[in-house]
């Protein structure tokens, strides 16, 4: 049965107002699916610009950059910016119908070498902390705290010079060597210290690295790029400088434990010389350990009343026969900074050659004899490891990088680091300062309707 039906005025206008608010919903909604559709965009562009980190930086020594210079040096922000829009481009065509991009930029990038290596120190102390744990770079600390307030000691007793014996007879039994020219303790100590400090401490049969490269070229040394923009910078704390020291005697060679090959062997040993040749860098280093070890024998030479008695009856024989009896404590003094020279060439003699040296010597630690100085070249020429006790060639070379400066140890690791990954298959051009470790596009959108807004996103290896 049919029956007729109406519609009233107000439900006319009823319905007019629910279907226009319908429609102002629907539009609503599509205008925050556009919005939310373009966030998505720049997220998803921003992940696939940093999905290309530097491999082998990542393998080798646990850093997440991405080489923004994608192997041609300077950073390419045009192929960072071609990267998010293609990426961006994909994300904006599926699903419903919404925004699309209008404009894209780089708002702000940091860099490997901003602000001191600020983010390539943070990233090699979360290596350290992952590997080897707070705990034991705090032992560090304490440990290399301690050996430099001895070390300290040890030069201000040096600097302070040999102080006067006490007013005691000297003993019957202190033996004084005859003197001639070839075992006179001052000519042969005088002899020693003009000749080439590698041939007098390293074995006969060692090989020396001969490898050479252009320092001038090294990140410590250019003009380096820069990041730009607000981005914040990274927390930094007091122990970075710590960590960092970990960090580059874990990841880089030394002369005793070689690392992967490099631009130059001896890594760390160019952190401590900063020279553009292993051959020098190693000198450097022994020259640095010997004046470490000539401080601590002096400075024991100069309290132990048996050693201060043979060199004072020897200084008075030999002032006796040049006819300057006034000048025994002069003569003293060049003794005992003698005997501890020599004394000091057959300790790094022992750590060259994989022995170990106490920091403090005492009696039984002592190796050379006041009447063996004119025999010290024979001495030298046994490079056998014979101390088990004391500290290693790593170890005195862990107190070298303590006494360097934030800065040096810093750059110098990221200048190895460089020359290294630059050794690589098509990476010959790869330079640090263009590795960015975060980024902020700033990306402009027109919706369905023509409306613009505009979304500054950032992303990092930090976050």
Known sequence: MRQKGSMTIAMCMMLSVMLGILTAGIKLCREQYAR???????????????????????????????????????????????????????????????????????????????????????????????????????????????????????????????????????????????????????????????????????????????????????????????????????????????????????????????????????????????????????????????????????????TDPEKRAQSGALAASLCTALLIPEGAFVVEKLLLLGWAYGESLLDVRQLMAGGKVPLVKNSASWQLALSDIGQIFSLLQDGQAKNTSGLDYNDYLQILLFTSSRNSLTFRCMDMIEQNIRLKPGKENFRIDSCMECLEMETCFLSPWGNRWTAVRSYGYDM
């Open 36 to 302: 939310v559709q373009a966030v998505n965009a720049v997220d998803t562009g921003l992940y696939s610009v940093f999905s290309e980190y530097e491999k082998d930086l990542l393998e080798e020594y646990d850093l997440f950059f991405l080489d923004s210079g994608y192997g041609g040096g300077a950073i390419d922000a045009f192929r960072v910016v071609q990267q998010m829009e293609n990426s961006m481009d994909l994300t904006l065509k599926t699903g419903i119908r919404g925004s699309r991009r209008e404009s894209c930029s780089i708002a702000g990038y940091r860099l490997a070498s901003d602000n001191g290596g600020e983010a390539f120190c943070a990233q090699a102390a979360e290596a350290v902390r992952e590997h080897l744990g707070t705990d034991a770079v705090k032992r560090l600390k304490e440990y290399l705290s301690n050996t430099g307030e001895v070390i300290e000691q040890q030069q201000e007793q040096k600097a302070a010079g040999v102080p006067p014996m006490p007013e005691e007879p000297v003993p019957d039994d202190t033996s004084v060597p005859g003197i001639t020219p070839d075992n006179n303790p001052l000519e042969v100590i005088k002899r020693i210290r003009t000749m080439g400090i590698l041939g007098l401490v390293l074995p006969d049969n060692a090989v020396i690295s001969e490898k050479e490269a252009d320092v001038s070229v090294f990140t410590s040394n250019r003009n380096l790029q820069k990041g730009m923009g607000s981005l914040g910078g990274r927390e930094s704390g007091t122990s970075d400088k710590l960590f960092l020291q970990a960090y580059a005697m874990n990841k880089l060679g030394t002369y005793r434990e070689p690392g992967n090959p490099g631009a130059l062997d001896y890594q760390v040993e160019y952190i401590v010389g900063g020279r553009g040749s292993d051959r020098e860098n190693l000198k450097k280093t022994v020259n640095r350990m010997l004046l470490l070890r000539e401080a601590a024998n002096a400075a024991y030479l100069y």
